[in-house]
C-alpha cells in the first residue's frame, strides 16, 4: 500500500528516535568505559559478584528443588537398609550421608543436590520397585560421587557465569540492537506494511543483532555441557570403584531408559536426558545413555573394577 508524506515523516521520525536513542547508549557505553577502573580489578569484581551470587543459588536452590519435586525425607526406621547403604558408600567417599528423600517425579529416576556436607538424594519411588538391590546400589554410589565432587556447585556456577556473560553482551550490544529496531520500523512503515508484518521484521531485526550474541554464548555453552559429560562419566567410574559391579549400574542404567524420558526443567539433573541429534547432544548435559552403558559392559571385563576409592 502506498504511503503518503506524513506516513514518510513517521518513518523518518521513528528512524531519527531510535537513532538517538542507540547513540545515547553508545554514549553510556563510552562513558563507562572511559572512567573504567584496572582491567585486573574488574575481572576480579565481575568474577567475585558471579560466584557469590552462584553459591547464594547453590545453597538455596537446594531447597526449592526439593519443595518442586514434593519429596519428603525417608525416615530411617521406614528404609533401614537404603540408609545403612547409603551411610556406607557415604563414608568411604568421606562425605556426610545425604539426606534421604523420595518423591514421584515425571520419570523413574534419582538425583543429587547440594555438597559434601549438606547433600540431598531425591529418589523415585518406582525405584525401589524396579530395581535390584545391586543395581539400586550402583545408583546411589554414582549419585553420592556427585556430591563428593561439589558436581552441583560447579554447575550452578557455570550457569550464573554464563548468565552474567549473557547480560554483559546485551549491554554492550544495546546501540546495535536500537539502531536495528529503528531501521526496521521505519522501512516497515515507509512500506506499509501491517502491524503484524511491522512485528515480524522488528523481530527479525532484533534476532540478527542477537545471533551475535547467541554464537558467543554458543561455544560457553557447549564447554559447560562438554564438561558436566565428563563429570557424569567420572561418576560412573567412581560408582563402579565404590561396588565393583559396573554390570548392576548398566543394568540399572538400562531399566530407566526403558522406563521413560526425561523432560522439563529438572531434566539435566537426572540420570539421562535425550541425547538423539548431532546439535542435541552437542548441549546435552549427559553422554548418550548407550554409550554409557556399553562403556561400564566393557568394564565388567576389567579385572581393575574393583579398586577402592
Do not use: K
Amino acid at each position: 500500500m502506498e504511503r503518503g508524506p506524513v506516513w514518510l515523516f513517521a518513518a523518518l521520525a521513528t528512524l531519527v528516535f531510535y537513532a538517538a536513542a542507540a547513540a545515547l547508549a553508545w554514549a553510556a557505553l563510552a562513558v563507562v568505559w572511559s572512567h573504567r577502573p584496572d582491567p585486573v580489578a574488574t575481572v576480579l569484581v565481575v568474577a567475585g559478584v558471579t560466584i557469590a551470587f552462584g553459591y547464594g543459588s547453590y545453597r538455596f536452590g537446594t531447597r526449592a528443588i526439593v519443595e518442586s519435586l514434593g519429596a519428603e525425607p525417608l525416615a530411617p526406621q521406614c528404609s533401614p537398609e537404603l540408609h545403612r547403604r547409603v551411610a556406607h558408600l557415604s563414608n568411604r567417599l568421606d562425605i556426610e550421608p545425604p539426606t534421604v528423600c523420595v518423591a514421584r517425579m515425571e520419570m523413574p529416576n534419582a538425583l543429587a543436590l547440594g555438597g559434601r556436607r549438606d547433600g540431598v538424594l531425591v529418589l523415585d519411588v518406582r525405584l525401589f520397585r524396579l530395581l535390584s538391590g545391586p543395581e539400586l546400589e550402583g545408583i546411589l554410589a554414582h549419585e553420592l560421587a556427585h556430591l563428593r565432587a561439589r558436581d552441583g556447585l560447579v554447575g550452578t556456577l557455570g550457569a550464573t557465569a554464563t548468565s552474567t556473560v549473557a547480560r554483559l553482551l546485551g549491554l554492550l550490544l544495546l546501540p546495535a540492537a536500537l539502531l536495528a529496531v529503528g531501521v526496521a520500523r521505519s522501512l516497515a512503515l515507509a512500506r506499509g506494511d501491517s502491524p503484524a508484518e511491522m512485528e515480524a521484521t522488528t523481530a527479525w531485526a532484533q534476532a540478527a543483532v542477537g545471533s551475535l550474541a547467541v554464537v558467543l554464548l554458543f561455544g560457553l555453552t557447549a564447554l559447560l555441557r562438554a564438561y558436566s559429560r565428563r563429570r557424569e562419566l567420572a561418576a560412573d567410574d567412581t560408582a563402579v570403584e565404590l561396588t565393583g559391579n559396573p554390570r548392576a549400574l548398566a543394568s540399572a542404567l538400562a531399566t530407566i531408559r526403558r522406563a521413560s524420558t526425561p523432560s522439563g526443567p529438572l531434566a539435566q539433573l537426572y540420570i539421562h536426558g535425550d541425547e538423539t541429534g548431532t546439535l542435541t547432544r552437542l548441549l546435552a548435559t549427559h553422554p548418550p545413555m548407550d554409550e554409557r552403558i556399553e562403556r561400564l559392559r566393557r568394564r565388567d571385563s576389567d579385572p581393575r573394577r574393583g579398586r577402592q576409592v
